[in-house]
Each structure stands twice: as structure tokens, then as C-alpha cells.
């Protein structure tokens, strides 16, 4: 079966440029989840949506950030005037279950975009 | 708040020789522990994890990790390494509550020589 897919692979966008980020979860997960990876890092939690709802943007590092996902499926994660810090490898994850689960919830990861700003 | 050590940013090993990753994590209660492997251009790929029960998981690719409570560990080993293993390896922790919030490790980068 298909799993998560992300696009574009990559993305170059000049400073100040909008960008959006496109991730197709697993058909199904009731969980999605935004990670933002810089070079040499792990990555990091940048927001949790559970169905539509976005129950969790405490990780989006500044109001440039923002991430959608109005059907509870296809989620974007936008970026307002990029800037060089910005750039990074953003992945997106999915878990078939929603939260308040006490068992365990595998998050499935995406190959994830890697966004270059020059 | 939950969070991972990794204290070794890059290792290179021969081939055929065993290899032990070490992580070190921090969090209130009984975590979940997971190990990732990403190779270039690749997403995170779960290698194994740990949440209950018997202290040593047997992963994917022949790896294994033991969970050490009393030493906040949790190695990733593997007895025999190949050169197909050459990537970079993440320790990670979850909340066992809530939506299960993952927390990375800054990750080990695996050379491996022939």
C-alpha cells in the first residue's frame, strides 16, 4: 500500500518568497504530524493535527508558519517570506489513531521535502 | 519535558565488526523509545522500539537495544556490521500519553570502512 508521500522533493525559493509544503498521509490516520529537520539535526516537532483539528502548533517557530488540513487528509504547511534559516528538510508523519490512545500509535514518516532559500 | 542525548555525532566502524550507538534520554515516566535510521534522501525508517516488557528489542536488519531504567539508556547494538548500515541513526523518545509527542535525538552518522 501507498505510503506517506510529500511534495515537492525539493523546493528552492529566493528569500522572502511564499513556499507550500504538500504531505499525503496513509489513507485513513486520524494523525498527522509537521517535523522541520535542519542540517545536521534531528528533527523537530513543528505542529500535530488530529482529523482537521490542529491541537498542537506549539513547535511552528515564528508566525510565518502555518499548516492546514481542512478535510482531515492532505495537510500543506506554508511558509510566508522565507528566509535562509528556513531552509531545511520539513517531514511529515502519520499515525492511525488519534491522541488519548494508551497504546502504542507508530508514526509512519514521509521522504520529506527538502527546501533550499537562497 | 522529554528530551535525547546522542552523544556520539559520527562513528565509523569496519566492516564486520559490532557496533553499539549509544542514547541517553530523559522523561517522568515509562517512555517510549525508538530507534531510526535515515539514509541519504531517504525518510526515517523505525528500526525498533521499546514501551513494556523484556528490556532487549530485536529490530529490523538484525539490531537490537536494550532499555536501561537505571542508566536513562537505550543502546542500539549489532553484531556484525555491514556496509549497507552506512547511514544516520536516531534515538527518539515518545510520550506515552496524549498523541504520543516524539522527541529526536541529534543523531549518529555510521561510516562504514571495508
Known amino acids: 500500500g501507498a505510503g506517506v508521500s510529500q511534495s515537492p522533493r525539493y523546493k528552492v525559493a529566493k528569500r522572502g518568497q511564499d513556499v507550500a509544503l504538500r504531505c499525503d498521509p496513509i489513507?485513513?490516520?486520524?494523525?498527522l504530524f509537521w517535523y522541520q529537520q535542519a542540517l545536521g539535526q534531528g528533527p523537530e516537532f513543528l505542529t500535530y493535527?488530529?482529523?482537521?483539528?490542529?491541537?498542537?502548533k506549539s513547535g511552528l517557530p515564528s508566525d510565518r508558519f502555518f499548516a492546514e488540513r481542512p478535510e482531515g487528509s492532505v495537510s500543506t504547511l506554508k511558509i510566508q517570506r522565507t528566509q535562509q534559516e528556513d531552509s531545511a528538510v520539513y517531514l511529515c508523519a502519520s499515525s492511525l489513531r488519534g491522541g488519548g490512545t494508551s497504546s502504542y500509535n507508530e508514526q509512519f514518516f514521509g521522504p520529506g521535502t527538502r527546501l533550499t532559500v537562497l | 519535558a522529554q528530551s535525547v542525548t546522542q552523544p556520539d555525532i559520527h562513528i565509523t566502524v569496519s566492516e564486520g565488526a559490532s557496533l553499539e550507538l549509544r542514547c541517553n534520554y530523559s522523561?517522568?515516566?515509562?517512555?517510549?523509545l525508538f530507534w531510526y535510521v535515515q539514509s541519504p534522501g531517504q525518510g526515517l525508517q523505525l528500526l525498533l522500539k521499546?514501551?513494556?516488557?523484556?528490556?532487549l528489542v530485536q529490530g529490523i536488519k538484525g539490531f537490537e537495544a536494550e532499555f536501561k531504567r537505571s542508566q536513562s539508556s537505550f543502546n542500539l547494538r549489532k553484531p556484525s556490521v555491514h556496509w549497507s548500515d552506512a547511514a544516520e541513526y536516531f534515538c527518539a523518545v515518545g510520550s506515552s500519553g496524549g498523541y504520543q509527542k516524539v522527541t529526536f535525538g541529534t543523531g549518529t552518522k555510521l561510516q562504514v570502512i571495508p
Open positions: 493535527f488530529q482529523n482537521e483539528a490542529q491541537l498542537d
Open positions: 522523561y517522568g515516566a515509562t517512555p517510549y
Open positions: 489513507s485513513g490516520h486520524v494523525s
Open positions: 521499546y514501551f513494556s516488557g523484556d528490556t
